[in-house]
């Protein structure tokens, strides 16, 4: 890694890595305070701190916290190097409740810690570093935390006080059955006529971005899913004249539930406390959502206990600019100047894809790697998933249709 | 026309207002990592600074003189915009922060009593 150190305009020295600024080039203390008083959860047990860098976020950390465990990691000896030539905090890693790590395997090692991961210390390690997957992972996750606090807490009062049936009931009720899990991806276009034609010998769960478009294609799913607490997904069952099952999380936008007019399922998701907790006491299960509605929908379809999966329209990345299919409630074209990173495709292209899409894409392969269920995955021009191969319509015909 | 003229510029001046405290907003919310909340204002910023380019050029034309510095800000665009696509978050902050927010702050009102 490049390391560069330069005088900021307040006189602070400052840090760029691989030619990403970590600290501000103005006021670099008061930027890494900002955010580990924004970021800090007090309730958790410990702390790591990923980057150390000139060690101005653990400095305000320990302001914040003289106790607990603070782990810091650093990613080569060059970044402490470069830490102990140029930081006036120099005390700060030998303060009795921190310890220094270098570049050690993080997974599963600090249950209930909190992990502060500045996104310019991601950015600057780059996709290419092994952790970088991992902590991306986490990331996104806190990040849309942070978006939807607030709004998922009174979802979930909300949707508690539907009474609505929990998931118990549908446990292993589908063993030896196929299942078509539709997702709104590019490629859910080109596959209309095969779902079509074989909508009635499978239990076709799709995602609420892509109810509207079977609708219109003649296609009436056995069930939809809809996770999403914003009540942008209002939009996605609103006026679809659709009476098949719901099943939504929890944390869902609650006056999406209450618009649905046929059977509603009720979905608590691990990870997520209040569900957590409401789940111990009401011996309700908890399903694993891996962040996004498909990947809660394949942890659904697993509980439920289908022998085959398909995936459709499960691109988890996008040809030139379309994120969705052309009628999906989803569909957003992206801004042309973005620089995207690639995955292989299916089809043997590289195709672009989304911090977020590609974290999907990771949970799938960890998920395919452990389940026993038959996977398939339909979307050609979508990103290959280890684990998953692709299937074409006429192996989809005769796996189904023998 | 003179209604239209001055509705234009208590817009410019309501906006101009308003600006400096969004460039810090802007900033904060990067530093904190609300990146999704951080670019859906920088899309406003840039919408609203073309705004303001425009009706400074129109309410020039029709005598009411205020220099700007069109250039500067088409400058400060163009440096977010790169800021943006290498993902080098710290430094479209400082931009907000210390060169925008600034910028903005020291850019003169119009007078209403021009109009009188």
């Known amino acids: 890694m490049i390391f560069d150190v330069q005088l900021a305009k307040n006189g602070e020295y400052t840090l760029s890595v691989n030619n990403i600024n970590i600290y501000s080039m103005y006021n670099p203390r008061k930027d890494a305070e900002k955010f580990i008083i924004q970021a800090y959860n007090r309730d958790a047990e410990g702390y790591v701190l990923i980057g150390l860098g000139l060690g101005y976020h653990l400095e305000q950390l320990i302001k914040m916290n003289k106790k607990k465990k603070i782990f810091v990691l650093a990613f080569d000896k060059q970044e402490i190097e470069v830490f102990n030539k140029f930081s006036s905090r120099k005390h700060s890693i030998v303060a009795d409740n921190v310890e220094l790590i270098i570049e050690g395997n993080l997974r599963g090692q600090f249950l209930n810690f909190q992990m502060l991961i500045p996104f ?248 395919a790697s452990k389940t026993s269920m038959k996977l398939y995955n339909t979307a050609l021009s979508g990103a290959k998933i280890e684990g998953i191969p692709y299937i074409n319509e006429n192996e989809i015909l005769h796996i189904l249709c023998k | 026309m003179e209604k239209l003229i001055k509705e234009t510029i208590e817009s410019y001046n309501e906006y101009l207002l308003k600006l400096p405290l969004g460039c810090q907003e802007i900033a904060d919310n990067i530093r904190t990592d609300n990146l999704s909340g951080a670019l859906k204002s920088i899309l406003e910023f840039s919408e609203g600074a073309g705004w303001l380019i425009n009706a400074n050029v129109l309410l020039e034309k029709n005598s009411f003189s205020n220099p700007l510095n069109p250039e500067k800000i088409n400058e400060f665009l163009t440096e977010i915009n790169t800021g943006l696509e290498i993902q080098d978050y710290v430094l479209v902050a400082d931009m907000f922060e210390y060169e925008i927010k600034p910028f903005f702050e020291e850019s003169s009102f119009y007078r209403i009593s021009e109009l009188m």
């Not at chain 1, 118990?168 to 196929?178: A, C, D, E, F, H």
């Not at chain 1, 209002?234 to 009476?243: C, F």
């Not at chain 1, 998701?269 to 309700?284: M, R």
């Open chain 1, 120 to 367: 310019a210390v991601m950015k600057a390690i780059g996709y290419d570093h092994h952790l970088y997957p991992y902590l991306e992972d986490i990331k996104i996750r806190q990040m849309s935390n942070n978006t939807f606090g607030s709004i998922m807490k009174e979802n979930f009062k909300g949707n508690i006080d539907n009474n609505d049936t929990s998931i118990n009931s549908l446990y292993k009720q589908y063993i030896g059955k196929s299942a078509f899990l539709i997702s709104a991806g590019p490629s859910l276009d080109s596959s209309m006529n095969i779902i079509e034609e074989i909508q009635e010998k499978v239990f076709v769960l799709c995602v609420g971005s892509a109810l509207k478009v079977l609708l219109e294609n003649n296609i009436y799913p056995d069930a939809v899913i809809i996770t999403d607490p914003s009540p942008l997904v209002m939009k996605q069952i609103s006026d679809a004249d659709y009476d098949g099952m719901l099943f939504y999380l929890a944390t869902a936008n609650h006056e999406m539930t209450l618009t649905h007019v046929g059977e509603r399922f009720i979905i608590f998701q691990e990870g997520y406390s209040l569900s957590e907790e409401f789940s111990k006491t009401h011996s309700i299960p908890l399903l694993e959502t891996g962040g996004s509605v498909a990947t809660t929908a394949f942890s659904l379809l697993e509980y439920m206990g289908f022998e085959k999966i398909f995936l459709f329209g499960q691109d988890l990345g996008f040809i030139g600019t379309n994120t969705h299919a052309m009628n999906s409630t989803s569909n957003v074209k992206i801004q042309e100047t973005t620089i995207f990173r690639k995955v292989i495709a299916n089809s043997g292209e590289y195709i672009n894809t989304r911090a977020d899409l590609d974290s999907f894409r990771r949970w799938f392969e960890k998920k």
